[in-house]
T-cell receptor
Framework: AAGVIQSPRHLIKEKRETATLKCYPI?????VYWYQQGPGQDPQFLIS???????DKGSIPDRFSAQQFSDYHSELNMSSLELGDSALYFC???????????FGNGTRLTVT | SQQGEEDPQALSIQEGENATMNCSYK?????LQWYRQNSGRGLVHLIL?????REKHSGRLRVTLDTSKKSSSLLITASRAADTASYFC????????????FGQGTELSVKP
């Protein structure tokens, strides 16, 4: 069965650079979520989209933005990167709001 | 954590033993879900229990929910070395668009 696809798997950037993370949700899933997970931490909700419209916003810095495109893929754009942005970034999708989330394998971002 | 506490933070047992993990949360919920995460990988949904349910089973997993105490427990029976992973509970609020708020997780180690 198709799963959530994230790219790239690993990304190394320098401080103040920009990064773009991509997510391809499971077909026919109507909601996409982005989470950030620091080392040894629980996943922190960043932002979600329902039918390509932003539906909820969590602890996402103003330097980050995201969107969902007409083909339902989503991108997380991160600018002016800081060392503290180093983390695993997960995208997840769900069939309907409130149903279980299906997570991708994440993008490991390292900021040096 | 955005949501609450899990205990224990780490648990080490022998194969064949049972493992119990507890989770507390802070707000009213629509449902509570348990996820498993192998190191550096995406989270995998294990089981969902709705706010009007008290107990649910799935294979070797048993989940209980006590909404009066805002707590849940996950029991894994007859554990196997392959159960070694981090386990997170996550809650969904009724009007929050389905986003999951995670607890801090329990790191389970099952020794062969």
């Amino acid at each position: 069965a198709a799963g959530v696809i994230q790219s790239p798997r690993h990304l190394i950037k320098e401080k103040r650079e920009t990064a773009t993370l991509k997510c391809y949700p499971i077909p026919r899933h109507d909601t996409v979520y982005w989470y950030q997970q620091g080392p040894g931490q629980d996943p922190q909700f960043l932002i979600s989209f329902y039918e390509k419209m932003q539906s909820d916003k969590g602890s996402i810095p103003d330097r980050f933005s995201a969107q969902q495109f007409s083909d339902y893929h989503s991108e997380l754009n991160m600018s002016s990167l800081e060392l503290g942005d180093s983390a695993l970034y997960f995208c997840a999708s769900s069939l309907t709001q409130g149903s279980p989330l299906h997570f991708g394998n994440g993008t490991r971002l390292t900021v040096t | 954590s955005q949501q609450g506490e899990e205990d224990p933070q780490a648990l080490s047992i022998q194969e064949g033993e049972n493992a119990t993990m507890n989770c507390s949360y802070k707000t009213s919920i629509n449902n509570l879900q348990w996820y498993r995460q192998n190191s550096g990988r995406g989270l995998v949904h294990l089981i969902l229990i709705r706010s009007n349910e008290r107990e649910k089973h799935s294979g070797r997993l048993r989940v209980t929910l006590d909404t009066s105490k805002k707590s849940s427990s996950l029991l894994i029976t007859a554990s196997r070395a392959a159960d070694t992973a981090s386990y997170f509970c996550a809650t969904v609020k009724g009007n929050q668009g389905g986003k999951l708020i995670f607890g801090q997780g329990t790191e389970l180690s099952v020794k062969p």
